[in-house]
């Protein structure tokens, strides 16, 4: 009868412990997702960062160019001086 209690105590417990397994290894997956989930957030955020850095650059390097070379003309066509 020891045996019996002993042997269903052991299974309980096994399951039981696979019931927690399988709920740690869920935990885990679900933090691998968000982990991924963000660090993809990041990689966006940095490519849009980026993209927006180079234009205001194109940007300001255009108007100080045009600031540089002056191209006024007067009423004749001629160039002013």
């Not at 209690?5 to 019931?19: A, F, G, P, R």
């Amino acid at each position: 009868m020891l045996d019996s209690i002993l042997s269903k105590y052991n299974v309980i417990s096994d399951e039981q412990q696979l019931v927690q397994l399988r709920a740690e290894l869920m935990s885990i997956g679900e933090k691998e997702r968000i982990l991924r989930e963000r660090s993809a957030d990041r990689e966006a955020y940095r490519y849009l960062l980026d993209a927006h850095r180079s234009i205001e650059n194109a940007s300001l390097f255009r108007d100080q160019g045009s600031n540089m070379f002056p191209q006024g003309r007067s009423k004749e066509g001629q160039l002013a001086a």
